[in-house]
Nanobody, 122 residues
């Protein structure tokens, strides 16, 4: 059973940057494709980015391409999301997720963290 714990959220001004982390335990981290999702108040959860087990393949939502970078350190069992030029509409709870698959698609994630709040002020 994989357990995921996000950290790094907080309050940032529009145009600012944050780096989120997702620490995994209880499983073989390197076998899992990992992803970030986010959910704003009153909205459905949406896909942000995904990365395959060796980091050789990534996938991004169009809205974050060029501003967000997903990465992972399998030696530390940790995944990251570097976010720059943040926008107020990106205020949301950000979740990390994992699946036992080698494709960075948007579906099929079975393990989820509790989320970390990111608030972008205008």
């Amino acid at each position: 059973q994989v357990r995921l714990a996000e950290s790094g959220g907080g309050l940032v001004q529009a145009g600012g940057s944050l780096r989120l982390s997702c620490a995994a335990s209880g499983g073989t981290f390197s076998r899992y494709t990992m992803a970030w999702f986010r959910q704003a108040d009153g909205k459905e959860r949406e896909f942000v980015a995904a990365i395959t087990w060796l980091g050789l393949s990534t996938n991004y939502a169009d809205s974050v391409k060029g501003r967000f970078t997903i990465s992972r350190d399998n030696a530390k069992n940790t995944m990251y999301l570097q976010m720059i030029n943040l926008k107020p509409e990106e205020t949301a709870v950000y979740y990390c997720a994992a699946k036992n698959s080698q494709t960075p698609g948007r579906g099929g994630y079975v393990y989820w963290g509790q989320g970390t709040q990111v608030t972008v002020s205008s």
